[in-house]
């Protein structure tokens, strides 16, 4: 070819918006003629490529658009040192159904078990499977629901947080809210309620989120219910794992047991 011909191609690629196509053309082009491919078979492999590069790019996209604060995968969590993770419940979990059943998510266990780095990998995987995901913790959820308040963009924002496929609220219980921010937190999963699915960690049993939640157990019971009316709660014990190489390494002492947590 060319390189005048490279030149009209590669403009007309840039035309009609087809990266993928300017790409790969000339690598596939010359295959098809090693391998005496019609042209029909040429083109549609073309056509592949550029719809992977879009998918590709979509995907890069939507795990961007997510706000994980870190790159977590199911791969990489450490099912050997958290022997108590119910490893056969959390893969059954990553086939994501639970998010077009509009199902939720809860992960309990005390800190440094990896509820974490489950919640970020499930919506890791639903944000590269083209799902709309978005990642926050319980505390800058609240600060940003108050902003909007005092902006007059609630609205907004709660059409927003309604809007994602798969909402991820991380460390429920390690701050507690006042009483009006615990009612606009229960307006959260209120409005998400059978509309979209959502994933949760905390360190607190069930029996203990009215701490959290400015000591009102009537407005936590309201929100367990509509929480854990679809859902699939995953107990994880054990000691941290940030905290396992220093142990090993006797800077720090064992741990004492700890409280079981109960649903």
Not at 43 to 52: G, H, W
């Amino acid at each position: 070819m060319t390189g005048l011909a490279h030149d009209r191609l590669a403009q007309l690629c840039e035309d009609l918006k087809l990266p993928g196509v300017a790409d790969s053309y000339a690598a596939l082009a010359a295959a098809a003629s090693e391998q005496s491919q019609s042209f029909t078979d040429y083109l549609e492999a073309v056509l592949l490529t550029e719809r992977d590069f879009r998918r590709a790019r979509s995907a890069s996209t939507m795990v961007r658009m997510a706000g994980f604060p870190a790159v977590k995968t199911l791969e990489s969590y450490d099912f050997k040192f958290a022997t108590s993770a119910p490893k056969r419940q959390i893969e059954q979990l990553a086939a994501l159904t639970f998010v077009a059943r509009k199902e939720n998510v809860v992960f309990l266990g005390p800190s440094g078990v990896g509820k974490t780095h489950l919640a970020i990998a499930l919506g890791h995987k639903a944000a590269g499977a083209g799902i709309k995901t978005q990642f926050t913790t319980a505390a800058d959820l609240i600060l940003k629901i108050e902003a909007a308040q005092r902006q007059g963009r609630l609205t907004a924002v709660f059409r927003n947080i309604v809007g994602a496929s798969l909402l991820i609220v991380d460390e429920i219980g390690y701050l507690p809210l006042h009483r009006e921010q615990a009612h606009l937190f229960f307006q959260v999963i209120a409005a998400r309620y059978e509309k979209g699915a959502t994933i949760m960690t905390s360190n607190l049993s069930f029996g203990a989120w009215d701490q959290a939640f400015a000591g009102d157990r009537v407005l936590t019971a309201a929100m367990l219910d509509r929480l854990l009316h679809h859902s699939h709660v995953v107990q994880i014990q054990g000691d941290s794992y940030r905290l396992k190489e220093k142990r090993m390494a006797g800077i720090i002492g064992t741990q004492p047991a700890k409280e079981t947590l109960t649903a």
